[in-house]
Nanobody
Framework: QVQLVESGGGLVQPGGSLRLSCTASGSIFSINAMGWYRQAPGKQRELVATITSGGRTNYADSLKGRFTVSRDNAKNTVYLQSNSLKPEDTAVYYC??????????????WGQGTQVTVSS
């Protein structure tokens, strides 16, 4: 009943910039938080950053300072940007949202993922 659609992935050079977008749609009453996780080949999915509806952010310690998460509450959209990508940032990036729907008090939802490849 909730869909998250990511966009903005692709091939980026080391040191280059990235801006991902994710928009939530469906039977949404409210969104408590949105954010981004990523999964590199052969590794577990890990936190990148999250942001609450009030604007409070949480970043993975290793990524703090290189990534910025922001949100447009009116558009149900979350963004992730970086101006200093590294090859180790190569991963599938998944949008996340904690949503109160028409039918349930709260639930976690995931996008299908968008590939980000950082390479020369």
């Amino acid at each position: 009943q909730v869909q998250l659609v990511e966009s903005g992935g692709g091939l980026v050079q080391p040191g280059g910039s990235l801006r991902l977008s994710c928009t939530a749609s469906g039977s949404i009453f409210s969104i408590n938080a949105m954010g981004w996780y990523r999964q590199a080949p052969g590794k577990q999915r890990e936190l990148v950053a999250t942001i609450t509806s009030g604007g409070r952010t949480n970043y993975a310690d290793s990524l703090k300072g290189r990534f910025t998460v922001s949100r447009d509450n009116a558009k149900n959209t979350v963004y992730l940007q970086s101006n200093s990508l590294k090859p180790e940032d190569t991963a599938v990036y998944y949008c996340y949202a904690r949503v109160v729907t028409t039918y349930t008090p709260s639930g976690d939802y995931w996008g299908q993922g968008t590939q980000v490849t950082v390479s020369s």
